[in-house]
Antibody
Framework: QVQLVESGGGVVPPGRSLRLSCAASGFSFTSYALHWVRQAPGKGLEWVAVISYDGRNNYYADSVKGRFTISRDNSKNTLFLQMNSLSTGDTAVYYC???????????????WGQGSLVTVSS | DIQMTQSPFTLSASVGDSVTITCRASQSVSTWVAWYQQKPGKAPKVLIYKASSLESGVPSRFSGSGSGTEFTLTISSLQPDDFATYYCQQYNRAPYSFGQGTNLEIK
């Protein structure tokens, strides 16, 4: 079945870096755009970034632009989120999610991974 | 950027009731709206996409409508499993914004 599994979360001091991974299986990885979405404790959903199916295009939320980098390795069916200059405001569960249909960006998100908790704290 | 304003923030209802959640976009998003259900500690799950298309496997008591800037999610004959938080989302263009969420609780 279609599955996304995040890893790499943990506790990190402010100003440091962390890289999240999202391993995909059960579908044609190279045909779908992929997103990162985060959810701070007790808060709503915030879209973070998207990368095209071929890795050539991406977009970011203003809140992470210049600090976070989304990338993918299509040979390993894996999505990444490199997070630099982390602050306490970045504390959240980070979900990866697949676009609902092939090739384009503008589709609903389905499915989602189970999430990976990132805690930025000294 | 497109803002999605969702209401109400909290909704109290009983099993068997019908409820409606509303989402307003700050500019037209055509029908590029999805609705998600999220339960505590779990990832969101899509219910409705393209404003009114029911995701496969989702019960038919869930329905969506709207276009342009006004959208609704209706749940008819509430079941115990439906008490959760619901989010609307526009995917017309990046940044792909979500509504603030509606917490549907048992009365």
């Amino acid at each position: 079945q279609v599955q996304l599994v995040e890893s790499g979360g943990g506790v990190v001091p402010p100003g440091r870096s962390l890289r999240l991974s999202c391993a995909a299986s059960g579908f044609s990885f190279t045909s779908y755009a992929l997103h990162w979405v985060r959810q701070a404790p007790g808060k709503g959903l915030e879209w973070v970034a998207v990368i095209s199916y071929d890795g050539r295009n991406n977009y970011y939320a203003d809140s992470v632009k210049g600090r976070f980098t989304i990338s993918r390795d299509n040979s390993k069916n894996t999505l990444f989120l490199q997070m630099n200059s982390l602050s306490t405001g970045d504390t959240a569960v980070y979900y990866c999610a697949r676009a609902g249909d092939v090739y384009g960006f503008s589709y609903w998100f389905d499915p989602w991974g189970q999430g990976s908790l990132v805690t930025v704290s000294s | 950027d497109i803002q999605m304003t969702q209401s109400p923030f909290t909704l109290s209802a009983s099993v068997g009731d019908s409820v409606t959640i509303t989402c307003r976009a700050s500019q037209s998003v055509s029908t590029w709206v999805a609705w998600y259900q999220q339960k505590p500690g779990k990832a969101p799950k899509v219910l409705i996409y393209k404003a009114s298309s029911l995701e496969s496997g989702v019960p038919s008591r869930f329905s969506g409508s709207g276009s342009g800037t006004e959208f609704t999610l209706t749940i008819s004959s509430l079941q115990p499993d439906d008490f959760a938080t619901y989010y609307c989302q526009q995917y017309n263009r990046a940044p792909y914004s979500f509504g603030q969420g509606t917490n549907l609780e048992i009365k």
